[in-house]
């Protein structure tokens, strides 16, 4: 069973600083990785996907993967009490995507 | 209007109804999902499908069926509800990595 795991949480940060959450995954020969958004009550939304070893940023956000390592990480700069949401990780499986349980971020002013 | 649209939004039901839950989609894509989400369980995949004549079972088939009626349109079904169904229900479509998901349709199964 390929799994893809996550710390539940909740983060707690304060406004302002970096936020960093976390994923690590079973499957050694996953290429494709994708950070989603969901918002209590809201759906998924994708913010990040990473395919490459390294850092890939956008905006206030850095995704990092380490394959060697079976890793990925979401790197939130200047934190916002907006970011405060559920941030799932998921890992692409052939033709689906295979998600963890997600970490809940609470941004508190 | 929403690109991926759940019917209906939220049902409350008994033990042995049969339940079905309607997807449709405006996004084009072939591609399209039904997860459940239980806290503390994430996003499990239920069914997926390629096209209209392409089904395939993901993780949690069991005790659910679907149909791909069209490109657009992709249900799923409850043969004989039971209380551990009960869950937050999404559909989605997309591509190699993004998906987009509908509002979802919170399921009670009493």
């Known amino acids: 069973q390929k799994e893809v795991e996550q710390n539940s949480g909740p983060l707690s940060v304060p406004e302002g600083a970096i936020a960093s959450l976390n994923c690590t995954y079973s499957?050694?020969?996953?290429?494709?990785f994708f950070w989603y958004r969901q918002y209590s009550g809201k759906s998924p939304e994708l913010i990040m996907f990473?395919?490459?070893?390294g850092d890939k940023e956008d905006g206030r956000f850095t995704a990092q993967l380490n394959k060697a390592s079976q890793y990925v990480s979401l790197l939130i700069r200047d934190s916002q009490p907006s970011d405060s949401a559920t941030y799932l990780c998921?890992?692409?499986?052939?033709?689906?995507?295979?998600f963890g349980t997600g970490t809940r971020l609470q941004v508190f002013p | 209007d929403a690109d991926v649209t759940q019917t209906p939004r939220n049902r409350i039901t008994k033990t042995g109804k049969r339940i079905m839950l309607e997807c449709s989609q405006t996004?084009?894509?072939?591609?399209m999902y039904w997860y459940r989400q239980d806290p503390g369980l994430g996003l499990r995949l239920i069914y997926y499908?390629?096209?209209?004549?392409?089904?395939n079972k993901g993780e949690i088939s069991d005790g659910y069926s679907v149909s791909r009626q069209a490109q657009a349109k992709f249900s799923l079904s409850l043969e004989s509800a039971i209380p551990n169904q009960t869950a937050l229900y999404f559909c989605a479509t997309g591509g190699s990595g993004e998906l987009f998901f509908g509002e979802g349709s919170r399921l009670t199964v009493l």
């Open positions: 499908s390629f096209d209209v004549k392409d089904i």
């Open positions: 499957d050694r020969g996953s290429q494709s």
């Open positions: 998921a890992a692409r499986d052939t033709d689906k995507l295979i």
């Open positions: 990473i395919y490459s070893n």
């Open positions: 996004k084009g894509h072939d591609r």
